[in-house]
């Protein structure tokens, strides 16, 4: 069976992760950390936004998965990717610029967990009404 709709936000989605791992990678060779944030608050910062990523968008990947091979709506799935990846750009673009609170880290948290929540919801109600 195939998943095109999930290929398309998983390879959005992949590419973000390789910006987000880049730039923090790039952060290490230019200040010779090997291992941890030897103590420097800007890769730490950016340690954070990329495992914060690898946090959420996995579960998110692997639900609209789910609702795919279920049958779900592209108009539903295209709703829950995309507002995924929105959602993390927002995130990644407002917790890189601070640590502390900022439109971009708030509305993306928000938005990432209402689409977990919408696209678990409809998991769940694909296995009770199969």
Known sequence: ??????????????ILM???AGRVVNMRNSENILFGDGGN?????RQRVHGNFIEYVPLGLVLLLILE?????????NGLGGSLFVARLL????????????FGRFVGTVVTWLMLAAASAFALYSYWTS
């Open 69 to 77: 091979l279920n049958g779900a709506s592209p108009l539903l799935l």
């Open 18 to 20: 390789l910006g987000l």
């Open 41 to 45: 608050v800007v890769l730490l910062q």
């Open 91 to 102: 995130h990644a673009f407002g917790f890189s610029r601070t640590s502390g609170r900022s």
């Open 1 to 14: 069976m195939h998943a095109p709709i999930t290929a398309l936000w998983a390879g959005l989605l992949g």
